[in-house]
């Protein structure tokens, strides 16, 4: 028997039986579309993740990070617990950038500075975090904006506003902000200019009137000096350069960040608090400020992502902490592996259901044309071309239910991520991303359990006897 009079009598049988190949086929939309959905969550996850690694300098960039700024420290050493050993404190300073990027197959390294800031604009004020950084490292983050430009270096410090920076803010007459009143702050990010003072914690304590001072002879020395270092808080006023795009409701990893150019930055914090310590600066034992200034960390880009590993071993050899997006995306891609390995499995389920409707609706044909095989049997009819018959049925149902199933992930999937945005969850991405790859690939699974759910029924026809067959009413 040929090819085509096969296909022809397994779609004429199909055909016969309407509803129970519909409720068959429907079985596989459901389990297809469960298990793609299921996938898509999991893909979303991941997508996410690449665009986030994108975002902080790809696969060849290394962020090194020191010592906390802010510790005591003695001649550049600081005691142990035991106070009998010593250990080397290793801050991210002028030096080591100069040494960085002296190492071979490092293009250029990136000092970044991070610190607590307040802003105050009329009625309002908001606590934010502050990151400094040069304008080619800003520009390679590819920041999207919604109206505006980056920072620009020069005399004055502009500040480019996270799209979360609004939600910030609160009265200072009420201290209720957006979480509580469900009301942003009358403030035009975009154009208003405001205040910012660099050390919110000496502002808020009342520092800048000393109303607690001892004055007698034995301890007259030490509070002339707790007074030096006590000055009043400055308030600098610095315009907007731009803001980023998204609105509140869209989270992502500028939502609630202050961007500047690190330069600008300096100066003012240099000016500000000349002769005291900067906040968030190390300092001698004494209490003096650290002769240099130390960076939060240094972004390190090397030229080939071959030669991230070892350059990442050679800096930790040198005793800083070494984190690598290569690094960072290998823990998370397996651990993105077990999720969509549960998610798929859950689906699978919904799969292994339709797959006994399936071999459930092949034994029943069998049954119903028992008759009709014994006489294809009798009329010369291959064992062969019997079992053929029966399994290009079941693959029949399984790339139909295969087909709609696809149709019916993607209206999901649609669905899904026109109702929950993955900004609002923390994603860089959809929540659910199905790939063109998932398509052919579940449609040739569904079908495949179609055509392996029906192999018993279609062995069940080839061993029918032509005789008892044809008797069989």
């Not at 399984?398 to 945005?421: D, E, P, Q, R």
Request: glycine letters at 10%; hydrophobic letters at 40%; one cysteine or more.
């Amino acid at each position: 028997m040929r090819w085509i009079d096969l296909l022809r009598i397994s779609s004429s049988n199909l055909k016969r039986r309407k509803l129970r190949t519909f409720l068959t086929v429907l079985g596989v939309i459901i389990g297809t579309a469960s298990i793609v959905v299921m996938i898509s969550l999991g893909m979303g996850m991941q997508r996410s993740l690449y665009k986030e690694v994108e975002e902080s300098g790809g696969l060849t960039s290394i962020k090194v990070r020191g010592s906390n700024a802010g510790e005591v420290m003695y001649g550049g050493r600081t005691e142990g617990d035991g106070g009998s050993s010593k250990k080397e404190e290793k801050y991210i300073d002028g030096r080591l950038l100069k040494h960085l990027s002296e190492i071979q197959h490092v293009e250029k390294v990136s000092p970044v500075y991070q610190m607590n800031i307040l802003l105050l604009k009329g009625i309002y004020e908001g606590t934010a975090d502050l990151i400094a950084m040069k304008p080619e490292e800003l520009k390679e983050m590819n920041i999207k904006l919604a109206s505006g430009n980056l920072p620009k270096p020069g005399s004055s410090l502009e500040f480019l506003y996270g799209n979360g920076i609004p939600t910030l803010f609160y009265e200072k007459a009420t201290n209720k902000g957006y979480y509580d009143t469900r009301r942003l702050p009358d403030i035009n990010f975009a154009r208003d200019s405001m205040f910012v003072i660099f050390d919110p914690e000496n502002y808020h304590s009342g520092n800048n009137v000393l109303d607690s001072m001892v004055t007698t002879d034995k301890n007259k020395t030490e509070n002339a000096a707790e007074t030096a270092s006590q000055k009043a808080s400055s308030k600098y006023v610095v315009r907007p350069s731009g803001v980023i795009a998204g609105g509140i409701e869209k989270y992502n990893m500028h939502y609630g960040s202050v961007y500047c150019d690190l330069d600008s930055l300096q100066r003012i914090l240099k000016k500000e608090f000349a002769g005291r310590v900067i906040p968030g600066q190390p300092k001698t034992k004494s209490g003096k400020p650290y002769k240099e200034f130390v960076y939060t960390y240094a972004q390190v880009h090397v030229d080939e992502i071959e030669h991230v590993d070892a350059i990442a071993s050679q800096i930790r050899d040198m005793g800083y902490e070494v984190e690598t997006n290569a690094e960072y995306l290998d823990a998370m891609k397996s651990q993105f592996a077990i999720v969509q390995a549960v998610l798929g499995g859950i689906g699978a389920v919904s799969l292994l259901v339709a797959a006994i409707g399936i071999a459930n609706t092949m034994m029943m044909s069998i049954y119903e044309r028992t008759k009709e095989i014994g006489v294809i049997k009798v009329l010369g009819c291959s064992l062969k071309n019997i079992k053929q018959m029966f399994l290009l049925e079941a693959a029949f149902i399984g790339l139909l239910g295969g087909l709609l199933g696809n149709a019916f992930s993607f209206l999901i999937s649609g669905t899904i991520n026109f109702l929950v945005s993955g900004e609002k969850i923390g994603l860089n991405a959809s929540i659910s991303y199905i790939p063109w790859w998932m398509v052919p690939v579940s449609m040739g699974f569904a079908m495949l359990v179609g055509i392996l759910a029906g192999y018993f029924p279609a062995k069940r026809a080839m061993q029918l006897s032509p005789l008892e067959a044809i008797r069989n009413n």
